[in-house]
Antibody, heavy 116, light 107 residues
Framework: QIHLVQSGAEVKKPGASVKVSCEAS????????LHWVRQAPGKGLEWMGG????????VYAQNLQGRITMTEDTSTNTALLELSGLTSEDTAIYFC?????????WGQGTLVTVSS | DIQMTQSPSSVSASVGDRVTITCRAS??????LAWYQQKPGKAPKLLIS???SLQNGVPSRFSASGSGTDFTLTISGLQPEDFATYYC?????????FGGGTIVEIK
């Protein structure tokens, strides 16, 4: 059975960076490309970036270019999202997800709060 | 980028009602469209893929149609557990995009 388990909530100051992890079990990351989606409080879903089918490099949302890095640690089967230069606008729940219509799985979400 | 416009943004309905949500893409996405349901504090759940294919385990009161730029999600005979927010999502091309969401509220 496939599960995506994310790291715990984070509180960061403006200008800091945050890393959120997503550990996959029941499959290997290379079998199902992962994406990151975030949701600001009371707002809709925003795709941040992800891997296309067979792609080695992720594609990032243009509004996050330069601040976002997605990596995968194959030794631990864990995906990592790093977001730098945080502002209050980055306060949100961050989800990892496969966004695959045959195998659609989501992590439980990680709340990142940016506050001085 | 492909913009996804959902309407209405919210709808108040009673148990047993029929609710229809529409989603319009800013360009032709063929049937590269999915519908998600999200309940408070939870991750979204995939209901419909390829514009009209019901996922396993999703009740048959959910149905969907459309292709190209115009799509609909219909809930026939609303049940208490259907009160949630619904999002359309295009997977035609990067950047992937979601509609703004439709909140289905209890009247």
């Amino acid at each position: 059975q496939i599960h995506l388990v994310q790291s715990g909530a984070e509180v960061k100051k403006p200008g800091a960076s945050v890393k959120v992890s997503c550990e996959a079990s029941g499959y290997t990351l290379t079998e199902l490309p992962l994406h990151w989606v975030r949701q600001a409080p009371g707002k809709g879903l925003e795709w941040m970036g992800g891997f296309g089918p067979g792609a080695d490099e992720p594609v990032y949302a243009q509004n996050l270019q330069g601040r976002i890095t997605m990596t995968e640690d194959t030794s631990t089967n864990t995906a990592l999202l790093e977001l730098s230069g945080l502002t209050s606008e980055d306060t949100a729940i961050y989800f990892c997800a496969t966004l695959n219509w045959n195998d659609d799985y989501w992590g439980q979400g990680t709340l990142v709060t940016v506050s001085s | 980028d492909i913009q996804m416009t959902q309407s209405p943004s919210s709808v108040s309905a009673s148990v047993g009602d029929r609710v229809t949500i529409t989603c319009r893409a800013s360009q032709d996405i063929s049937r590269w469209l999915a519908w998600y349901q999200q309940k408070p504090g939870k991750a979204p759940k995939l209901l419909i893929s390829a514009a009209l294919s019901l996922q396993n385990g999703v009740p048959s009161r959910f149905s969907a149609s459309g292709s190209g730029t115009d799509f609909t999600l219909t809930i026939s005979g609303l049940q208490p557990e259907d009160f949630a927010t619904y999002y359309c999502h295009q997977a035609k091309s990067f950047p992937l995009t979601f509609g703004g969401g439709t909140i289905v509220e209890i009247k």
